[in-house]
């Protein structure tokens, strides 16, 4: 199993920053990517940004040039370095992992973290 615990979260104004993390512990080693989703109310979740096992990122479009998913693997911890937040960005951030656990996708989810832009 991997247990996730994210962190980070907060109120801040519109054009500020914050700092999101994903703290990994458990079967690490089998962790194929690590993603970040977000979830506003009323809406479905949806992927932020990626980072694969061998170190490849991706963001969505609506995020790409002020979001920076990155790890550091010594801590385990994947973070999410907001920049130029909008208040359209106010949402429950929830970090994701993916394994493969003999031939079967298996995901872990983190507890979320609140997010709140204001205008």
């Known amino acids: 199993q991997v247990q996730l615990v994210e962190s980070g979260g907060g109120l801040v104004q519109a054009g500020g920053s914050l700092r999101l993390s994903c703290a990994a512990a458990?079967?690490?080693?089998?962790?194929?990517?690590i993603s970040w989703y977000r979830q506003a109310p009323g809406k479905q979740r949806e992927l932020v940004a990626a980072i694969t096992s061998g170190g490849s990122t991706n963001a969505a479009d609506f995020v790409k040039g002020r979001f920076t998913i990155s790890r550091d693997n010594p801590k385990n911890t994947v973070y999410l370095q907001m920049n130029s937040l909008k208040p359209e960005d106010t949402a429950v951030y929830y970090c994701?992992?993916?394994?493969?656990?003999?031939?079967?996708?298996?995901?872990?989810w983190g507890q979320g973290t609140q997010v709140t832009v204001s205008s």
């Open positions: 458990g079967s690490i080693l089998s962790i194929l990517v």
């Open positions: 994701n992992a993916r394994r493969l656990v003999g031939s079967v996708l298996v995901d872990s």
